[in-house]
């Protein structure tokens, strides 16, 4: 495999809870051309990214992020939010509780709701993170 087809099934991520402004910068400037499948931020970054980065370079975001323990309502608000601010791709974190407690129609109820938000609010991939 050559290091382009490598890179581009990659998400290069600045996901550290005290990365600043200048560090987005940096972090954009750095991967804006490397060919990255997206750069991935905090949905705090999101709108930032997606000035910097320019519209060659998809910017993702994570939603729920790190443990999932985020109610279904607020994962919906923050998805919404980054689509509208121009993530191209939204990892959601699975409620692991959820998970081990074999409540399956939550997380399909919540995975539906996360769809139907992204959808009608921009063209957005949802995948999904099992941490």
């Known amino acids: 495999m050559k290091k382009e087809e490598l890179s581009a099934k990659i998400d290069q991520t600045l996901l550290k809870p005290n990365a600043t402004f200048e560090e987005l910068e940096v972090f954009i400037k750095e991967n804006r051309d490397n060919g990255f499948y997206s750069l991935c931020v905090p949905s705090f970054f999101v709108s930032k990214a997606v000035e910097l980065a ?14 999932g323990n985020s109610s279904t309502d607020v994962k919906v608000f923050e998805a919404t939010q980054a ?14 509780s959820a998970v081990k407690s074999a409540n399956y129609d939550y997380i399909k109820n919540e995975l539906e ?12 991939e949802l995948r999904i993170i099992i941490e």
């Open 113 to 124: 709701m996360l769809r139907y938000s992204v959808d009608l609010y921009g063209e957005c």
């Open 83 to 96: 689509v509208m601010q121009g993530a191209k791709c939204v990892d959601v974190v699975i409620n692991l």
């Open 54 to 67: 320019g519209k060659n370079q998809k910017i993702s975001t994570v939603i729920g992020f790190p443990h």
